[in-house]
């Protein structure tokens, strides 16, 4: 069995030797940038990580991780244009550094390259791989437009919140191992069991992500400690911490979240505060939980030599633990 | 063979019977509402006729139609937010009525779309049938692409103005041809040559239609006489007029297109008088003759009957006709 490192290192050499050397360069350019950008290569790695399960070898499934790391990238351009987000991995993102004209269509190219990149494996599951592909794709969209609804909701519940988060992050990574698993030949039932383990460990990693961000510590997350709050986002914390809250607290906490006061800092420490008060911390430590639990137990059906599944298992559990 | 309104009508009612159902509204609504602005569906009947030409029924290639539609739908959702244009077809434009997020989500879920009723086609050439789709999808983003370009340059050539209306429209007319014939099972060479025949055709169309803007008859073409020229539109009868232009007339062309005047309709009957004295449409007319003749040429190297290519010889003759 290959290791993350491994299979990192082999997504990184294929996507250095992709060429994007179209005309015209405005096209062109921005999609080897944001690949150039770098980050973890887990969708990727996943696809590769599915493929080694069903002993298969990676060749085999690179165009199928290509694509779907394209397609991410594809999701991050357009999503820092409607966000307005101008800074990403440190470097200024494709519509601050060409224009939003750039941003929408190397956006929309890089939508279709992806299609293109899958459609090069070679598997006679390439239908069935190609309707996942476009399905998850559908859910992406949708996920990512729920999103912005709730900026403007304030009644938005746990069960929306994590219907959100499936969609828009993930059953990208469902589709990433389930594309591995079909290049590599599997059969229904594992296929959907790798892909049920995906989609709850995405759920895990959000859920995660958002305690992370409110309860971290700086330096190992990465970014901002009580970003999300200071933003007024609506994290699992905030809507479990409003459904938990009664009187005096919720409407304080409403109000804070719908607030931009010039003290960002005050506001971050009360609303923990609120948190802390209201353990939001520990509940949504649960509901992780009980995703991880389940995930496991999906992988667990698979029908292959259990120690074929220690990669993936310890990746899932690395991954969960470097965040923390 | 089936005639233009046969196939039209075919398109219509399918295209009515398509279901976008799905949440977000937001996301969905979109696509009902550019669907229901109606048109004459020109690409996908062109999918059907094409089928029709090489003896297949219009059933086999209705998901190709359909896929060529929504993805031209797809491109001028984000078209106008590119373009910044209110107005489509005597309606605010998707990113006008609801925003500029809905604009971008719709279109990139109208292109997912797009590719899944592709895929929907019965077809044991469904392979290069999606190969050409993606083609044709990237070049269509160039072409978009080098037309904004166009807008900061004032030294488009002739040739830089062809391949830009070439891959920016033509292009799709000659896929949706060739995807009819492929689906109908039509040979490689065939294949290609009702390709050729589509793309000049559009070319040809796109020269007529910049004739038009300028020397129409305002209510027959059903828009503003003059609009590109008030637009400082890089057209080929501008390009074609500084290309032959000299002297004072040459600065005085250059001024006038890079101008802005209160007095709009005293422009355009300068630029007008400039256009007659150089006969720049004459020389647009020779152009679009040129790739008539030779997309016409390309038809009657197709091996089918005859007789067969009068539906399609009349319907290039007809729409180039309805547009003078």
């Known amino acids: 069995m290959k290791t993350y490192k491994e299979l990192y290192t082999l997504v990184e050499s294929h996507i250095n030797q992709l060429k994007f050397d179209g005309e015209p360069r405005e096209l062109y350019d921005p999609i080897s940038y944001m690949l150039a950008l770098g980050g973890k290569r ?38 820092d244009i409607m966000d307005k987000a101008d800074i990403r991995r ?101 296929a959907a069991a790798i892909y049920a383990f995906g989609k709850k460990l995405g759920i895990a990693f959000q859920i995660q992500d958002d305690i992370l961000d409110a309860f971290g510590e700086g330096d190992k997350v990465g970014k901002k400690i009580g970003g999300d709050i200071a933003a007024n986002k609506k994290t699992l914390l905030l809507i479990t911490a409003m459904e938990k809250a009664t009187g005096e607290t919720r409407n304080r906490l409403k109000q804070l979240s719908e607030s931009t006061p010039a003290d960002e800092q005050a506001k971050i420490i009360e609303v923990l505060s609120i948190f802390d008060e209201l353990q939001v911390k520990a509940t949504a430590n649960v509901l992780k939980e009980q995703y991880l639990v389940s995930a496991f137990a999906d992988l667990e059906t698979i029908d292959v030599e259990p120690l074929r599944k220690t990669v993936l298992k310890s990746t899932a559990l690395e991954l969960m633990e470097r965040m923390s």
């Open 42 to 79: 887990l969708r990727p790695v996943l696809v590769l990580m599915a493929n080694d399960l069903f002993g298969k070898s990676s060749e085999q499934a690179i165009h199928a991780a290509l694509a779907v790391e394209v397609f991410h990238n594809f999701t991050l351009v357009h999503d």
């Open 90 to 190: 440190g470097k200024p993102t494709v519509h601050k550094k060409w224009n939003e004209t750039v941003g929408i269509l190397s956006g929309d190219l890089m939508m279709i390259k992806a299609t293109q990149l899958l459609c090069e494996t070679k598997s006679d599951q390439l239908f069935q791989m190609l309707n996942l592909f476009n399905q998850t794709a559908i859910e992406v969209c949708e996920g990512q437009q729920i999103d912005m609804n709730f900026e403007q909701r304030t009644d938005v519940s746990v069960e929306e919140y994590i219907q959100m988060i499936s969609l828009k992050t993930a059953v990208l990574l469902g589709c990433s191992l389930q594309l591995g698993a079909m290049a590599a030949g599997a059969n229904s039932k594992d």
